[in-house]
């Protein structure tokens, strides 16, 4: 049976942002913007890419999301919220909300009888090569990855992954069962180098 | 050379997938995005035309009756049964009722998706009203989502068609209301605060 939540990693995005740089967003300096901009572009383009699967709707999500995060920066209170945070759940609803425009939130593996297979065991060797893991990620379906990604790597529970793409609990913990299963198959295949 | 494109013929297995993800390096996206960036933030924001307070008062009502009539009970066409068999009638008549009201429902679901796109003013939107504004839209999107299921039954699909009107029309009435305190100097948060 899947754990609700992944093992707790730093997420990508996780960059603290002194608060003289932000009083200097907020307050519309350019330097401020930029600065801001070079600190996640990395961390909102990947997440992008991973989530759309594509370099060029990852960039257009990267430009939206650094658009409403620089044009509503006076909304962020932060409340013992970090600013990476709220940015990192404006990027997540950008590129969910385009799988969904191109009607591609709907990709997802089959389920079966074996979803609820641990998902817990350790990922065979090839998953250490990061040129192997990137091609095996993007073979599977959108909706499958966004979730693999979203819990493994962001560290999302599946009550939070099943909110944020409109689904249920049950319909994460299925393709996160699926979608480890099939990219641990995928890797499985790689010739090993070691 | 294996090794030097290859890291996992030396790198420890990762012990969980977690672990495996941390690992893949950050992904730079293409060198002109700042200026890109840069130049739609400078960009002015075009203006949208104010209207004059008597004129949106006017406006919102009118688009409140509007959406109200177009709710109003329509009758199926007239049909003809002649040279039918009262039993092949009734059936062609009960999902012909059940097409009208499809039909029907689907019209108005994309009149007020027009409507919507029409008095949505993001210049009069706050932080909170902002945030009302996504969930419903995102209350729209779960229901397209659930209709794009295969083999729904007729039932399910009215049932999901008359969620859809109705959830659209919950987000035009929030934008008019939206609008309509704007053009009285007023933002929808201290809206919620007034007790006067």
């Known amino acids: 049976m899947p754990a609700d939540t992944a093992p707790a990693r730093a997420s990508s995005f996780a960059i603290d942002v002194p608060a003289a740089l932000l009083a200097g967003a907020r307050a519309g300096e350019p330097a401020a913007f930029e600065q801001l901009y070079?600190?996640?572009?990395?961390?909102?383009?990947?997440?992008?890419?991973?989530?759309?699967?594509?370099?060029?709707?990852?960039?257009?999500?990267?430009?939206?999301?650094?658009?409403?995060?620089?044009?509503?920066?006076?909304?962020?209170?932060?409340?013992?919220?970090?600013?990476?945070?709220?940015?990192?759940?404006?990027?997540?609803?950008?590129?969910?909300?385009?799988?969904r425009r191109d009607r591609r939130d709907g990709d997802t593996l089959a389920v079966d009888d074996e979803d609820h297979a641990d998902t817990s065991a350790a990922p065979p060797p090839a998953a250490a090569d990061a040129a192997l893991l990137h091609r095996a990620l993007a073979q599977l379906p959108a909706a499958t990855r966004g979730v693999l990604w979203l819990y493994h790597a962001e560290g999302y529970t599946h009550d939070e992954i099943a909110a944020l793409m409109q689904r249920t609990a049950s319909f994460s913990k299925s393709q996160l069962a699926r979608g480890t299963r099939r990219l641990r198959g995928l890797l499985s295949e790689e010739p090993t180098h070691a | 050379m294996p090794d030097a494109d290859r890291p996992f013929a030396s790198a420890p297995p990762p012990r969980d997938w977690s672990d495996a993800f941390a690992a893949l390096p950050l992904l730079a996206p293409p060198e002109d995005g700042w200026r890109a960036l840069s130049a739609r933030l400078a960009a002015p924001r075009p203006r949208r035309r104010r209207w004059p307070l008597p004129l949106a008062a006017a406006a919102s009502v009118l688009i409140v009756a509007a959406s109200v009539w177009q709710w109003r009970p329509v009758a199926p066409p007239a049909r003809d049964p002649d040279g039918a068999s009262r039993a092949t009638v009734a059936v062609e008549a009960a999902s012909g009722a059940d097409a009208v009201a499809l039909e029907r429902m689907r019209a108005e679901s994309a009149w007020l998706e027009t409507l919507h796109g029409r008095v949505r003013d993001d210049d009069a939107a706050s932080g909170v009203s902002a945030a009302v504004s996504l969930e419903l839209e995102a209350r729209v999107a779960g229901i397209d989502a659930a209709l794009r299921r295969p083999s729904l039954s007729t039932a399910e699909q009215r049932a999901l068609w008359q969620a859809r009107v109705a959830a659209l029309r919950d987000a035009t009435d929030f934008e008019t209301s939206n609008r309509w305190l704007a053009t009285q100097g007023m933002r929808y948060d201290a809206a919620l605060v007034r007790v006067d």
């Open chain 1, 38 to 99: 070079r600190r996640f572009e990395r961390p909102v383009f990947t997440l992008a890419l991973r989530l759309c699967g594509d370099r060029d709707e990852a960039y257009d999500v990267l430009q939206e999301t650094m658009v409403k995060v620089l044009s509503r920066i006076g909304d962020f209170r932060g409340g013992g919220s970090p600013f990476w945070g709220w940015l990192r759940q404006i990027a997540v609803n950008e590129a969910l909300l385009r799988l």
